[in-house]
């Protein structure tokens, strides 16, 4: 379609507007300009990635999609990380896309209302991986990645996710995107056609949560990216104002196009600065549900036996998400507020190994799920607020009201890494040691001092001479 079609009654004149800006400022970051704190919040993605990615290949999702990637065989450029196997650059995105969103522990993103780094990194490592680039640039075409798929998620806000679309999975191909059109040094045309090629792929439903379907699409969006990137690169052709021309991404996709979210947000507001990282392995929006339970449960000592009944009050979107009332398989108890408030009640903390069959089917915590109800509450417009009652056999009725979308800011950021260095452990040190996993920790502490994307890729590989 011609960027020069007609707009539709009361859009603006200019058709490549919001297309144009974003790829404006996505193409015109520095490593050297960027704040320390973008840069240590960067960092900290990365650390997280790796973290959960390796985590994640274990799981059932991953070991079929990287059955079948392997069965397919490739070009062997890309490491699948946790494993030292390489294959294609895109095969490998789409692997390390399904393992990063496996273990639904991913870091999240109020601006993109998404995951931001699981559509991303899988695809930024690969082709680094492929370029042998350096730290810094991974980090540059990272910021600009993000940046892109927060403007993406902005323009696209409310309507997009209350349609039923998961936006890590649609907005997140443009992250994809971004990230390798600014690995590979695009020129601003190719930029918007690898834009184009990225909306013109872009899917996932959220009536997929709690199915493998749901971290396909962060795979799915990692290697669309990709591919988007790379065609772009060869003069492969698309709309190159895909999110402002009728029929195209956003004017199909949403019935609240915001303009002025991105046209009028400055340029040194970074929403990067907003990524939270997640202390739970479950959908983000039980998360301050669960956190009000614990509390209630460390603060008073509670058992399962003392407790008659719970009442969550949460936000209606929660309800849309998050409300499998009686889940039967694991990955459906990441998306029950009753089964994880059930989990904080009997003091189990809900991380990768609280969701199995035996957990599912355990009396104790189906009888405490059974007596929880969710209630939606219209005046509750943050999507990361829960407030919390427990009643007492003894009469007593305790309350909680949390917010986990509060992220640090300063000093706080900093200190933030020891508790992501200790999420990171925690996950891959029984599967690559306590050593090289040490090693590995320290490597992207350092990142931006990497001479070569390649060291790191092969410090992921477990049993593997680091050299």
């Known amino acids: 379609m011609s960027s020069e079609a007609v707009l539709e009654a009361g859009e603006q004149a200019d058709v490549r507007a ?42 059932p999702v991953v070991r079929h999609v990287r059955a079948e990637v392997l069965a397919e065989g490739g070009n062997p450029q890309a490491t699948l990380l946790g494993t030292g196997e390489k294959v294609s650059p895109v095969q490998a995105a789409l692997v390390n896309g399904v393992a990063a969103h496996a273990l639904d522990f991913d870091d999240v993103s109020p601006a993109m209302v998404g995951h931001p780094t699981a559509p991303v990194l899988p695809a930024l490592f690969a082709v680094a991986e492929d370029a042998d680039l350096d730290g810094p640039a991974l980090l540059t075409a ?87 990137a790379r065609l772009a690169a060869r003069g492969f052709t698309a709309d190159d104002a895909v999110l402002d021309t009728p029929q195209g991404f956003a004017l199909t ?14 340029a040194d507001d970074f929403d990067i600065r907003d990524v939270i990282f997640k202390d739970y392995a479950a959908c983000f929006f039980t998360h301050s549900s669960i956190e009000g339970v614990r509390r209630l449960v460390d603060q008073h000592g509670l058992t399962p036996d003392d407790v008659i009944g719970v009442r969550l009050r949460v936000p209606p979107q929660h309800l849309s998400v998050c409300d499998i009332a009686a889940p039967s398989t694991p990955l459906e108890g990441k998306f029950s507020l009753r089964f994880t408030a059930a989990l904080a009640l009997a003091g189990v903390r809900p991380d990768i190994h609280a969701f199995t069959e035996a957990t599912l089917t355990d009396p104790v915590l189906t009888s405490l799920r059974d007596r929880v109800r969710v209630i939606a509450d219209p005046a509750m417009t943050s ?9 007492t056999g003894s009469g007593q009725v305790l309350t909680a009201s949390v917010d986990v979308g509060m992220p640090p800011r300063g000093q706080q950021i900093i ?5 992501l260095a200790d999420k990171c ?38 049993g593997r001479d680091r050299g």
């Open 383 to 391: 999507t990361s607020t829960s407030h919390v009652q427990v009643t």
């Open 142 to 228: 990272f910021v600009a990645a993000v940046e892109t798929e927060c403007r993406v998620g902005r323009l696209m806000a409310p309507g997009h996710y209350a349609a039923g679309w998961h936006v890590t999975g649609t907005v997140g191909t443009f992250g994809a995107a971004a990230a390798c059109a600014a690995a590979l040094g695009l020129d601003e045309g190719q930029w918007r056609a690898a834009l184009g090629i990225a909306g013109t792929q872009a899917a996932g439903l959220k009536s997929m949560f709690g199915t493998m379907c749901k971290p396909l699409h962060a795979g799915k969006a990692a290697a669309n990216g990709l591919l988007a």
């Open 253 to 266: 996709q949403t019935t609240s196009r915001n303009v002025s979210a991105v046209l009028d947000r400055p």
């Open 425 to 462: 452990r925690s996950l891959i040190a029984g599967h690559l040691g306590p050593e090289a996993t040490a090693e590995l920790i320290d490597a992207v502490a350092h990142l931006e001092d990497q001479p070569s994307i390649r060291r790191l890729a092969l410090l992921t590989a477990p």
């Open 415 to 419: 200190a933030r890494w020891s508790r």
């Open 18 to 59: 919001v297309t144009q800006e974003i790829v404006r400022r996505a193409r015109g970051y520095l490593f050297q300009a960027l704040p320390p704190d973008v840069v240590d919040i960067a960092k900290q993605c990365v650390l997280d990635w790796i973290g959960v990615t390796i985590g994640g290949i274990r799981e």
